[in-house]
């Protein structure tokens, strides 16, 4: 059995965004890293870091797996 292990990128005034760059569409991109401790950092890189499985409720339409019903 796996380990499900979740990363929610959350403000603690419950602002969400990803840790992604000013190339996305919001005007700020990344507005929390200057704010993240050097513990948070290292733990935001080991996550990227590693293969995964996504849990998603879209499936890319590339994919091999289809519904049926």
Not at 16 to 41: E, H, K, N, V
Not at 45 to 65: A, H, I, Q, R
Request: aromatic content about 10%; glycine content about 8%; charged content about 25%.
């Amino acid at each position: 059995m796996r380990k499900l292990k979740i990363i929610e990128h959350i403000s603690l005034d419950g602002v969400i965004q990803t840790t992604s760059g000013p190339q996305d569409d919001f005007p700020y991109g990344d507005w929390t890293a200057p704010y993240r401790s050097p513990a948070g950092l290292q733990i935001v890189n080991e996550m990227y870091g590693k293969t995964c499985d996504v849990l998603s409720k879209f499936t890319c339409p590339e994919s091999s797996v289809r519904r049926t019903w």
